[in-house]
């Protein structure tokens, strides 16, 4: 199970901190991954991390993503933020992707239930 949090109202130019906690005893060679989904847009990719971590083009450079394994949780820094980054944002989870599949939702076998983050201009 995966559970996100951290979300919140923020100005443009703000920060925020979101985490997603998970069970299970093999995270550590988990690869968890960050999505987001803006009223009347698809699901879209922004983060994920497995030994290396892997950004959308939209926030590299201003959203870092990173996992402490003793607490089995996943954590998107983020800074700079825009207005257009609102939307509400999942994490997901999977033990067998590739890299080529990295970026696609559907690769992934498990969701948390989302939070939202909305940026004010």
């Known amino acids: 199970q995966l559970q996100a949090s951290g979300g919140g109202l923020v100005q443009a130019g703000g920060s925020l901190r979101l985490s997603c906690a998970a069970s299970?005893?093999?995270?550590?060679?988990?690869?968890v991954g960050w999505f987001r989904q803006a009223p009347g847009k698809e699901r879209e990719f922004v983060a994920a991390?497995?030994?290396?971590?892997y950004y959308a083009n939209a926030v590299k450079g201003r959203f870092t993503i990173s996992r402490d394994n003793a607490k089995s949780t996943v954590y998107l820094q983020m800074s700079s933020l825009k207005p257009e980054d609102t939307a509400v944002y999942f994490c997901?989870?999977?033990?067998?992707?590739?890299?080529?599949?990295?970026?696609?939702?559907?690769?992934?076998?498990?969701w948390g239930q989302g939070t939202q983050v909305t940026v004010s201009s």
């Open positions: 299970g005893r093999t995270f550590h060679s988990t690869t």
């Open positions: 991390i497995r030994w290396t971590e």
């Open positions: 997901a989870s999977g033990n067998r992707i590739i890299t080529s599949t990295i970026r696609q939702g559907t690769a992934y076998d498990h």
